[in-house]
């Protein structure tokens, strides 16, 4: 079974609209995608909505911290196979009502949960456009162009960096502190 896209983590009309481009112009859309997972990459985590079964390794203590943030529901647990009832908070902290450890054991602990955000946060989303916006302006592969008498040069870090915008809403939505 072929995995979902997930979605953009910024609209592409408000980008389209920006550039004065189609929101459908493939060029956008790559710059889009491509920003949006370079952004899920970065804080460890899928930030939007959405309901799955995540399969985590016990890890021995009272409390087990979940690959999600912003948890709106956790509706089943197992370990080993067994139903336990928890206790959970919206950074993805379980931990079990009959006081237990969590088992020490790889795969051990099965959680189903709703976790993200549905709309996305604004700061998340301008970070996202702002990295986007310039994946959409580089021109690939050219190092300068000459047009009359200005010449432009594109340094790697053009190609590579990040705003202030974007390292703020990393750090801020990242699992795990800092990469």
């Known amino acids: ?14 980008l389209a609209t920006k550039l004065g481009v189609a929101p459908t112009d493939a060029r956008l859309l790559v710059a889009l995608r491509s920003a949006s997972a370079r952004f899920r990459g970065a804080v460890r985590w899928q930030v939007h909505r959405v309901t799955e079964t995540l399969v985590v390794n016990g890890t ?13 529901d956790v509706s089943g647990v197992l370990v080993n196979g067994t139903p336990v009832a928890v206790d959970w908070d919206e950074y993805g902290l379980l931990n079990r009502r009959d006081g237990r450890l969590w088992p020490r054991r790889r795969r ?17 989303a301008e ?3 702002d990295q986007a916006e310039a994946g959409y302006n580089i021109l690939r592969g050219l190092s300068s ?35």
Not at 1 to 14: C, G, I, Q, V
Not at 148 to 173: C, K, P
């Open 127 to 129: 970070a996202v456009q």
């Open 1 to 14: 079974m072929a995995e979902e896209t997930p979605p953009l983590l910024t609209p592409a009309d408000d």
């Open 145 to 179: 162009k000459q047009v009359g008498g200005i010449t432009l040069t594109f340094g790697q870090s053009e190609a590579v960096g990040v705003s202030q915008a974007w390292v703020d809403a990393a750090d801020r939505y990242r699992i795990g502190g800092r990469a």
């Open 60 to 72: 021995g203590t009272l409390d087990l911290a979940l690959p999600a943030r912003h948890v709106t």
């Open 108 to 124: 051990a602990v099965e959680v189903t949960l709703t976790y993200g955000y549905d709309p996305i946060p604004d700061d998340i």
